[in-house]
């Protein structure tokens, strides 16, 4: 059983600095891509930054520069720096990029709220 446990969530000023954590449990093999997503109240879902299976990071346009995705063998990160109060959302882990199917990816988080004031 794949579970995923977003952390790091938190209140911070523009121009400050977050990183999130998400904790995964049970195996995932390093052939998944892993993705980050957030959702901002009114707003769907969208992707916030991508790691796919050969290593490829990939990033939103409104977050390149800014936000970095990393991994190890237990944990995805997303590094977010310079944040602005567009970012304010909850963020999502998701693993395992699949494709014909109503979402993205196999597995998901229960989500990590961050909230950035002017």
């Known amino acids: 059983q794949v579970q995923l446990v977003e952390s790091g969530g938190d209140s911070v000023q523009a121009g400050g600095s977050l990183k999130l954590s998400c904790a995964i449990s049970?195996?995932?093999?390093?052939?998944?891509?892993m993705a980050w997503y957030r959702q901002a109240p009114g707003k769907e879902r969208e992707l916030v930054s991508s790691r796919d299976s050969d290593g490829t990071s990939n990033y939103a346009s409104s977050v390149k520069g800014r936000f970095t995705i990393s991994r190890d063998e237990a944990t995805l990160y997303l590094q977010m720096n310079s944040v602005k109060p567009d970012d304010t959302a909850v963020y999502y882990c998701?693993?395992?990029?699949?494709?014909?199917?109503?979402?993205?990816?196999?597995?998901w988080g229960q989500g990590t709220q961050v909230t950035v004031s002017s």
């Open positions: 049970g195996y995932i093999p390093r052939s998944c891509g």
């Open positions: 998701a693993a395992c990029r699949q494709y014909l199917k109503d979402l993205p990816y196999e597995y």
